[in-house]
Nanobody, 124 residues
C-alpha cells in the first residue's frame, strides 16, 4: 500500500521560511518523479515544483521560482520543499504526489499517488 505523508506546514509571517517534507512508503521510490502541488481556498489545485526520478531535473511554477527549492533523498524516501521569502499568496494546503517514471510533468492528472496535505498559512 502506497503512502505519502507530508509534514512541516505551519503558520508563518510573510518573509519567513518553512521546510516541507514528504515521506513515501510502499513504492520503489527511486523510480518515481515527485512533485508538490498546492490548493488555496476556493481555487484549483496548482503545480508548485517537480523533481525527476532519473536525472534529478527540477522545475518550478513561475510564482515560486527563486524562492522555493525542491530536493529528494532516495535513501530516506523523502522529498523536501524549502520555502523562503514566503508571501500571503503562498497560503494553501500543500500536497506531495508521485508519478512512476514521470518526465517532470506539471499536470496533476499525471500523478497516481497523493498525500493528505499539510497546511501552510502565511500572515501579512
Amino acid at each position: 500500500q502506497v503512502q505519502l505523508v507530508e509534514s512541516g506546514g505551519s503558520l508563518v509571517q510573510a518573509g519567513g521560511s518553512l521546510r516541507l517534507s514528504c515521506i513515501a512508503s510502499g513504492l520503489v521510490y527511486r523510480y518515481y518523479s515527485m512533485a508538490w502541488f498546492r490548493q488555496a481556498p476556493g481555487k484549483e489545485r496548482e503545480f508548485v515544483s517537480v523533481i525527476a526520478w532519473n536525472s534529478g531535473r527540477t522545475d518550478y511554477a513561475d510564482s515560486v521560482t527563486g524562492r522555493f527549492t525542491i530536493s529528494r533523498d532516495n535513501a530516506k524516501k523523502t522529498m523536501y520543499l524549502q520555502m523562503n521569502s514566503l508571501k500571503p499568496e503562498d497560503t494553501a494546503v500543500y500536497y506531495c504526489a508521485a508519478n512512476f517514471q514521470g518526465t517532470g510533468d506539471t499536470s496533476d492528472t499525471r500523478y497516481r499517488y497523493w498525500g493528505q496535505g499539510t497546511q501552510v498559512t502565511v500572515s501579512s
